[in-house]
């Protein structure tokens, strides 16, 4: 059980260009959902809370213009990269907590390249 | 700044030597801890937890971690590694007042030589 996809799993797309990355939790309703970007060798660093029928709540640094999320519902959040550049070329993941557990699992991840 | 730290990047083992990887964390108050780990190509996945009890937590594939309060750490272990736990293992800290959220520590790529 508990488990949480990602597509697509990979994408390469040219600048100026946006980009759409789907999270939807399978066997589980998720009420929120969370957004992490992990560059090369480095930590998984969180970009922003999603909450199903609400505004995502980003964290400091974030552009929340660039990076669109949406929670439409209780098993999918969406991330959209607008106008994407090379410098967002990244590792993106997501991963989404059962509504009355403390644990998050985790996407398999998305890799954007940015040409 | 309050933060997750993981003192070992790169961790080099033999098959069947133990194995300890150092999780300390600077916030007070009541913690939730995690240790994930991310085997290549895969996702997280959860190998154990830590809210409240026993601070000696058993997780999956034989894998334990020590919750210490007063050393502000969650060391995992594991007595005798194989060459499939080569993967990398990520520390996690749900710090006090946290909606939820999780700090990661920066990974620590561990490699077991056959």
């Known amino acids: 059980g508990a488990v949480v996809s990602q597509h697509p799993s990979r994408v390469i797309c040219k600048s100026g260009t946006s980009v759409k990355i789907e999270c939807r939790s399978l066997?589980?309703?998720?009420?929120?959902m969370f957004w992490y970007r992990q560059f090369p060798k480095q930590s998984l660093m969180l970009m922003a809370t999603?909450?199903?029928?609400?505004?995502?709540?980003?964290e400091q640094g974030v552009e929340k213009d660039k990076f669109l999320i949406n929670h439409a519902s209780l098993t999918l959040s969406t991330l959209t990269v607008t106008s994407a550049h090379p410098e967002d070329s990244s590792f993106y993941i997501c991963?989404?907590?059962?509504?009355?557990?403390?644990?998050?699992?985790f996407g398999p991840g998305t890799r954007l390249t940015v040409l | 700044a309050q933060s997750v730290s993981q003192h070992n990047h790169h961790v080099i083992l033999s098959e069947a030597a133990s194995l300890e990887l150092g999780c300390n964390y600077s916030y007070g108050g009541t913690v939730n801890l995690f240790w994930y780990v991310q085997y290549p190509g895969q996702h997280l996945q959860l190998l154990l937890k830590?809210?409240?009890?026993?601070?000696l937590v058993k997780g999956i594939k034989g894998f334990e971690a020590e919750f210490i309060k007063s050393k502000f750490s969650f060391n995992l272990r594991k007595p005798s590694v194989q060459w499939s736990d080569t993967a990398e293992y990520f520390c996690a800290v749900k710090p006090p007042g946290s909606a939820r959220q999780l700090t990661f520590g920066s990974g620590t790529q561990l490699t077991v030589l056959p």
């Open positions: 999603s909450n199903e029928g609400s505004k995502a709540t980003y």
């Open positions: 830590y809210f409240s009890g026993d601070p």
């Open positions: 066997d589980f309703q998720a009420t929120t």
């Open positions: 991963s989404a907590l059962p509504g009355s557990e403390d644990t998050q699992y």
